[in-house]
């Protein structure tokens, strides 16, 4: 079965930092591309950025609004995704899912974790 | 980036009733579309990928079909359990973008 485990999420003031965590099991994680997705309370869902796998050399890619503060790695030994997330603002605040793409190619997310929620407030 | 125009935001029907909720990118996606359902406090979950896949284990009476840049979920039979939040999402190119969802609800 697989399993999608976030963890490091909580309370922090504006300008602070937070590292997430997402450790899988129940497939192979080294052959995968991992994305961090986020959703802000009663909001839409938004992609915050994507480790590509060590076929495509761990290329990270982010989305706009967190690049420069966000930083995407993994760990393929330890089956973990990492979220390290500086400069935090009050609108990141939300619940953040990792998510793993399909190994068809269609770019979809068959594997979600159950989401750590970020709070970001003085 | 590509902007997902996703309608309508919200839908009242009943159980039994057929339900479609429209997609629309703002450029070319070619197939590389994606449908989600989301209940309140859970992940989102794949129903359909490559905008006509259906994604093992989700019921047949889900189904996506496409025209250009038109993307369609259809439910053909509502059932109890359907009532949630549906997000379409292309991964065509990075930035990775969703529609703006489509409330599903009780009539």
């Known amino acids: 079965e697989v399993q999608l485990v976030e963890s490091g999420g909580g309370l922090v003031q504006p300008g602070g930092s937070l590292r997430l965590s997402c450790a899988a099991s129940?497939?192979?994680?080294?052959?995968?591309?991992m994305d961090w997705v986020r959703q802000a309370p009663g909001k839409g869902l938004e992609w915050v950025g994507r480790?590509?796998?060590?076929?495509?050399?761990?290329?990270?890619e982010y989305a706009a609004s967190v690049k420069g503060r966000f930083t995407i790695s993994r760990d393929d030994s330890k089956n973990s995704l990492y979220l390290q997330m500086n400069s935090l603002k009050t609108e990141d605040t939300a619940m953040y899912y990792c998510?793993?793409?399909?190994?068809?190619?269609?770019?979809?997310?068959?594997?979600w974790g159950q989401g750590t929620l970020v709070t970001v407030s003085s | 980036d590509i902007q997902m125009t996703q309608s309508p935001s919200s839908l009242s029907a009943s159980v039994g009733d057929r339900v479609t909720i429209s997609c629309r990118a703002s450029q070319s996606i070619r197939s590389y579309l994606s449908w989600y359902q989301q209940k309140p406090g859970k992940a989102p979950k794949v129903l359909i990928y490559a905008a006509t896949s259906l994604q093992s284990g989700v019921p047949s009476r889900f189904s996506g079909s496409e025209s250009g840049t038109d993307f369609t979920l259809t439910i053909s039979s509502l059932q109890p359990e359907d009532f949630a939040t549906y997000y379409c999402q292309q991964s065509y190119t990075t930035p990775i973008t969703f529609g703006q969802g489509t409330r599903l609800e009780i009539k």
């Open positions: 480790s590509r796998n060590k076929v495509y050399s761990y290329i990270t």
């Open positions: 129940g497939f192979t994680f080294s052959d995968h591309y």
């Open positions: 998510a793993g793409q399909d190994s068809y190619g269609s770019g979809s997310y068959p594997w």
